[in-house]
């Protein structure tokens, strides 16, 4: 509720073409602008405020100039499904914002179904997230990813898993307690506002 959303999707090509009023309006783009133009549409229908964007040029670059001047709290994208060995060479727009994204980044890959069962995408189905895992360290920027993880929680009636690494060695077990004392603590707060949550510390 209250949550407005902007839907952008970026036409891939050199600086030249995106400044170029031919090329952004040529045909070829229509079934880009129309299936915005749907997307919209099917958000209007569930009463979530929204607008379309299509921008032209790089898309790393599009999606973090939109991220700043639109002022938004968050980005939710999805991934090609690149192999790693050109993820290695060439990037993904995925990986490069998320390093320079000034707001937290939701990266959603395709969830594949085994040979029996089709994927939420074939069916068309809203993704599930009933177990969310969050990595603390027990600094407190760690603990900043806990509102967030809550805000999450509530939406999809989400268990929260807090897990935390410590190190081994003589002052291993201090560590341990040290750590479950602290998520204990979190746990503990997150209860008190209804949500539910578990506790994991590994060496």
Do not use: Y
């Amino acid at each position: 509720p209250g949550v407005s959303v902007t839907l952008l999707q970026v036409i891939e090509c050199r600086e030249e073409r995106a400044s170029d009023p031919s090329f952004r309006m040529n045909p070829r783009h229509r079934g880009a602008r129309d299936a915005l133009a749907r997307a919209r549409i099917d958000l209007l229908d569930l009463s979530v405020a929204s607008r379309a964007q299509l921008r032209f040029g790089d898309p790393t670059t599009e999606i973090l100039r939109e991220v700043a001047e639109g002022g938004h709290d968050l980005v939710v994208m999805s991934t090609r499904g690149q192999t790693w060995l050109s993820r290695f060479f060439l990037g993904s727009v995925a990986d490069r914002v998320l390093q320079f994204s000034p707001v937290p980044l939701l990266l959603f890959r395709q969830m594949m179904g085994s040979d029996e069962t089709l994927s939420s995408v074939e069916t068309g189905e809203a993704a599930r997230f009933k177990r969310l895992l969050v990595v603390l360290d027990g600094l407190k920027p760690a603990e900043e990813i806990l509102p967030m993880a809550e805000g999450v929680a509530r939406a999809f009636g989400s268990e929260l898993h807090l897990f935390g690494a410590i190190f081994g060695g003589s002052q291993e077990a201090a560590r341990r307690r040290e750590a479950e004392e602290c998520f204990k603590n979190c746990a503990v707060s997150l209860a008190a506002r209804g949500v539910v949550s578990h506790v994991h510390v590994r060496t």
